[in-house]
């Protein structure tokens, strides 16, 4: 007689490990939603407006914790969840440092524990040294081979002599009773470094972005090399690692265009702006969990197609509110009124014909599908044995749906 006695693999399955995890990501779900919480609060407190400070932070840090939890909480073993939700972390923690900051130094509250704000507001300049470990574990939280290790290392050891640096200037500052904190309540001797400081920044900083590149270039390989599955997650990730850049690059440059614009405007651009940049987790994501991972070559080819559409409607329409007024000498009103009708009629015509452009390159799952139906429904015409028309009807949603099963209903019951 004898007994089971569970071996490596049962101790692996067993629930314990699971429930603690779950336990940690439910925490840390709590913090987050706590420190979301004291951003609105805080925000208030300094009288600070929500749609240019707590709402910006707020739209592009709560979908990286967001992200974050729930990879934690569905692949407890993948650090991707965790590096998600800590990016997401430290910057709340650093926003609401910053403004508690602004209340003990700037607004004369009296308040504990203002150097411990102080040091915490420079906390957000680790974010910028995780999100490239972020993109190099991508998706399952693997180095891609054992040199990697060591790049690794040696990015992380120059990552934590800078934040070292940092908080030593911090420290300094608040033991010499020198704390002068800018508008938005960061340390000025960090915000706005000299000397020493500045010297070090110059050497490692480019070696960060080195760092960044390299991570770049190998998940490009990794891309061209990768089929299946895995060519799709990283498709996910390239896309929104491309909305997010896109985006940044339009908070930062689009100020410079038009300085004449008013606040409230520029406030507006900068939540929907916000809203862009969370595209770079969400992709992540979706990547890690494989949810709906096939609709990206769909989302790619809709993107491409309505921004094409886009920029030639908006040329079309400027060149012939141009070509009205200045040529032809029309009033500007009927000009407007006459080029805004113009781009609405083409609208139609070019999106069907952009989208079939787009979608022989992007989607070509989709326009192989098209014409595999269209091809069907010409055949159609002259078909008149119902046996044939059933076989090749079978036959066309086979090809351009792949089912699982097919069955084929025919009026009168018979299948």
Partial sequence: MSADV??????????????????????????????????????????????????????????????????????????????????????????????????????????????????????????????????????????????????????????????????????????????????????????????????????????CVTFCLAVVVRQVQAWRRAAGERRQQLKWLASGAAVSVAAITVNVVGPTLDPQASSRVMQVIGLVIGTFIAALPVGIGVGILKYRLYDIDRIISRTLAYAIVTGLLAGVYAGLVLLATQVLEVKSPVAVAGSTLAAAALFSPLRHRIQRVVDRRFNRARYDADRTVAAFAARLKDAVDLDTVQDDLAGVVQQALEPARMSVWIAGGQR
Avoid at 75 to 82: H, T, V
Avoid at 104 to 119: C, E, I, N, S, T
Avoid at 126 to 154: E, H, K
């Fill in 6 to 207: 569970p071996g490596p693999r049962a101790k692996l399955a067993s629930p314990a490990g699971a429930g603690s995890s779950a336990t940690w990501a439910a925490v840390l779900a709590v913090v987050i939603v706590v420190l979301a919480a004291a951003t609105v609060v805080l925000a208030v407190l300094v009288r600070r407006d929500l749609l240019a400070n707590g709402g910006q932070v707020l739209l592009v840090t709560v979908p990286f914790a967001v992200i974050g939890v729930i990879v934690a909480w569905r692949q407890p073993g993948n650090p991707m969840g965790w590096l998600l939700a800590g990016v997401g972390m430290v910057v709340l923690l650093s926003s609401d440092a910053g403004l508690y900051s602004l209340l003990a130094y700037r607004l004369g509250y009296r308040l504990p524990l203002g150097p411990v704000a102080v040091l915490l507001d420079a906390s957000w300049e680790s974010v910028f040294m995780l999100l490239p470990v972020v993109i190099l574990l991508f998706p399952d939280g693997r180095l891609p081979s054992a040199p990697w290790r060591w790049v690794l290392r040696a990015y992380l050891a120059v990552s934590a002599a800078y934040l070292i640096v940092l908080g030593t200037v911090a420290v300094g500052a608040i033991a010499g009773h020198r704390i002068a904190v800018d508008s938005d309540g960061g340390l000025a001797a960090v915000d706005y470094p000299h000397g020493w400081v500045a010297a070090s920044q110059h050497v490692i900083l480019p070696l």
